[in-house]
């Protein structure tokens, strides 16, 4: 079993910036590919991005490719997603997720966080 909290959500105005963290506990972290995902009201859940157990290896939505960075700090037991440039349609709850086979079906991923809001004012 894995426990996972985001944190570092909130309003922000287009063009700015947010760093999400979602910590882990339970078994070893270290051992899941993590993915964030996001939902906006009215929309189905939709792939963010996804990293791979060691951190070498990261994909990306095309609709965030060049402004969010996702990355991984083991020893932490933490995973972050930096979005730079926000934009408005960017507004959604964003989720984090562990997965044994990090990709873009949400389907693939076991255990989910709560989710943080992300809300950007134009």
């Known amino acids: 079993q894995v426990q996972l909290v985001e944190s570092g959500g909130g309003l922000v105005q287009a063009g700015g910036s947010l760093r999400l963290s979602c910590a882990a506990s339970?078994?070893?972290?270290?051992?899941?590919?993590m993915g964030w995902f996001r939902q906006a009201p009215g929309k189905e859940r939709e792939f963010v991005a996804t990293?791979?157990?060691?951190?070498?290896?990261?994909f990306y939505a095309d609709s965030v490719q060049g402004r969010f960075t996702i990355s991984r700090d083991n020893g932490k037991s933490t995973v972050y997603l930096q979005m730079n440039s926000l934009k408005p349609e960017d507004t959604a709850v964003y989720y984090c997720?562990?997965?044994?086979?990090?990709?873009?079906?949400?389907?693939?991923?076991?255990?989910w966080g709560q989710g943080t809001q992300v809300t950007v004012s134009s």
């Open positions: 339970g078994r070893s972290f270290s051992r899941y590919g």
């Open positions: 997720a562990a997965t044994n086979s990090p990709e873009v079906r949400w389907a693939s991923y076991t255990y």
């Open positions: 990293i791979s157990w060691s951190g070498g290896s990261t």
